[in-house]
Nanobody, 125 residues
Framework: QAQLVESGGGLVEAGASLRLSCAAS????????MGWFRQAPGKEREFVAG????????NYMSSVKGRFTISRELAKNLVYLQMNSLKPEDTAVYYC??????????????????WGQGTQVTVSS
């Protein structure tokens, strides 16, 4: 059975950095795109960043472009989200997810089939 575990969240001040990690176990995701989503209180879960199975293509929501970077280590089944210049509006629970078989990086929750439990990121002003 597949399992995704996120880590690296925490409470930081505006302008700080955090690196989230997602460890996958139970099956190999080397041929799946991976994504990070987030959900703030009272809001719907939204796409943050995605990376192709090969790691050569990336996709970001507009508000995090230039501040966040997604990467992966195929051999270790790890996916990262480096978050710089954090803002209070980045406060949310962050989830990693495994994409369904597709060549395109999906920006929709429907494009992902396995999800982690999430890690809280809180940015104070």
């Amino acid at each position: 059975q597949a399992q995704l575990v996120e880590s690296g969240g925490g409470l930081v001040e505006a302008g700080a950095s955090l690196r989230l990690s997602c460890a996958a176990s139970g099956r190999i995701f080397s041929t799946n795109n991976m994504g990070w989503f987030r959900q703030a209180p009272g809001k719907e879960r939204e796409f943050v960043a995605g990376i192709s199975w090969s790691g050569t293509n990336e996709n970001y929501m507009s508000s995090v472009k230039g501040r966040f970077t997604i990467s992966r280590e195929l051999a270790k089944n790890l996916v990262y989200l480096q978050m710089n210049s954090l803002k209070p509006e980045d406060t949310a629970v962050y989830y990693c997810a495994v994409g369904r078989a597709s060549s395109a990086i999906s920006r929709s929750m429907a494009g992902y089939e396995w999800w982690g439990q999430g890690t809280q990121v809180t940015v104070s002003s």
